[in-house]
């Protein structure tokens, strides 16, 4: 069958991002990353930086609402969880399209035209990515991505009560250091079509 | 790169001993099923029937000795697993081989010339293989589906202290539900070669 919706989950520094992106410009397929942003701040009132740095991260302080342990009251999370999944439900809608992160394998699991994809690395390659692309040099960069992808994780969790890095939540899951960035498009792109 | 070693973890039923055959006559790798048992039953001198019960399957009693709780023995599941750990690493060193089940991903996680996948299906397809390939009409089969995967998770948990299902274990998980036995051989063998 051919998949007019690919959801890609990566771990930090494996190169989702990247594959997303190669894979979108060889389908033809629209690849939403900083205009699902844009959509997601026109549609909460939240800005721009704030929905980059939380919008798929857990941080505990955002888990309660402003209004402090007030259960009437959606926490801050939660308001911005709402306003992604609208719009990823959206965008889904329109079709021809690759999303990344943002637990939209699971906002989509009812959609048979969309296929799920996870993408992880071992710890050195990631490092390496991390370094050349982002030109960080911080020596703590290691530690860096192990909380980055805890922080994934545990948002995963509260939203969708599944384990992030499960085989079965996904139709695939490649090792990106073991095949290769190219290979993984590659062989992603034979499954779409 | 090129992979002489190809090991399949497989939930039950979800075609994985199909996926490994196919890739074997199509590679023109061994495959090693029943002559594993055999191997297995000449280095253990335990009963090929016992092996194929118990060889990737936790078993509480087997769990301990046969001399009771005697710390200085091996248990009988202990002295098999490091019968089939001999055969394993003999078979890999032999190499061009698929080799199915008992934690041999982990057993040959140290050749960079394996490739390890694992194999899942969501359990309608899976009652519908059992009842089709092995005649099983039983009506609690899928309370039989998910003991077995539970006696192999446990099993493997045992002895690689990971968690079975877990993606990071693997370099390829493929839902072969959603993907179709053929085309999870067509991208293990675009891999493989």
Do not use: P
């Amino acid at each position: 069958m051919s998949y007019s919706v690919i959801t890609i989950t990566r771990e930090f520094g494996s190169g989702g991002r990247t594959i997303a992106k190669k894979l979108a410009d060889e389908l033809g397929y629209a690849y939403y990353d900083y205009e699902l942003v844009r959509k997601i701040a026109q549609e909460s009132g939240f800005a721009e930086g704030f929905i980059e740095e939380f919008g798929e991260e857990a941080s505990s302080s955002n888990f309660f609402s402003f209004f402090g342990n007030n259960w009437g009251a959606l926490s801050i999370n939660d308001q911005l969880y709402f306003a992604e999944r609208k719009v990823i439900l959206e965008l889904a809608e329109k079709g021809n399209c690759i999303i990344v992160g943002r637990c939209a394998d699971y906002i989509l699991k009812d959609r048979k035209d969309t296929l799920n994809v996870f993408i992880y690395a071992d710890i050195e390659f990631k490092k390496d990515r991390i370094i050349n692309l982002y030109g960080e040099t911080d020596v703590a960069i290691e530690k860096r991505i192990i909380e980055k992808d805890k922080r994934r994780k545990s948002y995963y969790k509260y939203y969708t009560d599944r384990k992030w890095n499960r085989a079965a939540n996904y139709h695939i899951s490649l090792e990106s250091s073991e095949l290769g960035i190219d290979k993984c498009v590659e062989i992603i792109k034979s499954i779409a079509q």
